[in-house]
């Protein structure tokens, strides 16, 4: 069960996360957020949140694993426009807000581009988001967010032992999913409201967060294996990447 007058109780925001849809089972908060802007039902800063997400999803087609009422599955709803080359920063905006709450929470995350949460290695959330575009402009966005909070090693499935991690085998001990909710969508906001003026602070907090800065990593291009040095992203959020001694950039890979 999800409290959401704790998560409001504990907000410091504006807007984001006044209005809050709750569920206690979903197959997708992304879905949901969706099928709420498209009966005009949703607010920007609306949150969609769930107990118990059943298919979640994740970059590239694959599915968000998340242990009933022990993981976060939560969506936020961007109804306000933002051009194209701004919105890009907007997954790792996401990606700092939640790593900063793991921090004031006991943990020591780093992020992997562009879109994972780790701890010493091994995943323990993703950002997920979805928009649609009219012309230069972002026009409305979902931004999902799946994170393992309370989950003990025997909650993972076996395929997933090696890989997967939580907040609270990290940190030590359980923590209240409400509170970690709040924290972030209060980071967030701050990011969101930082976007038109400041995008360089996203960037810049977000590049002393990456673990695999000035680093060998790998990805495939057209089903050919690249390797190359992480150096930097750009304004756009995208990766900098040197293969042979030539700077490249990718808007869209999955680093292995």
């Not at 999800?2 to 849809?21: A, M, S």
């Not at 997967?164 to 972030?184: D, K, M, N, W, Y």
């Not at 060998?216 to 900098?240: D, L, M, P, V």
Request: hydrophobic share 35%; net charge negative; aromatic share 8%.
């Amino acid at each position: 069960m999800i409290f959401t007058n704790l998560i409001k109780t504990n907000l410091r925001t504006k807007q984001f996360g006044r209005d809050i849809e709750y569920y206690q089972r979903l197959e997708s908060t992304n879905v949901e957020a969706w099928e709420l802007i498209q009966n005009g039902e949703a607010s920007h800063g609306m949150i969609v949140i769930t107990d118990y997400q059943t298919q979640g999803k994740g970059r590239g087609g694959n599915s968000w694993f998340m242990s009933p009422s022990k993981g976060l599955a939560l969506s936020l709803i961007l109804l306000e426009s933002i051009h194209l080359e701004k919105a890009g920063l907007i997954p790792l905006a996401a990606g700092v807000a939640m790593a900063k709450t793991l921090k004031n929470r006991g943990g020591s995350p780093t992020l992997k581009w562009p879109n994972d949460i780790l701890f010493h290695g091994k995943k323990t959330g993703g950002i997920l988001c979805e928009s649609k575009i009219s012309g230069k402009s972002v026009q409305s966005m979902v931004v999902g967010i799946g994170i393992n909070v309370n989950e003990t090693e025997i909650d993972f499935p076996d395929e997933l032992k090696e890989t997967a991690t939580s907040l609270s085998i990290e940190s030590g001990h359980t923590h209240q999913r409400e509170l970690v909710a709040a924290i972030f969508i209060t980071f967030f906001e701050q990011y969101w409201e930082m976007l038109q003026e400041f995008p360089e602070e996203i960037i810049n907090d977000w590049t002393s967060l990456c673990g695999h800065l000035g680093r060998s990593i790998t990805f495939n291009i057209k089903r050919e294996k690249q390797i190359g040095i992480f150096k930097s992203i750009n304004h756009k959020g995208e990766a900098c990447i040197t293969i042979g001694g030539d700077e490249k950039v990718y808007p869209s890979i999955i680093l292995e």
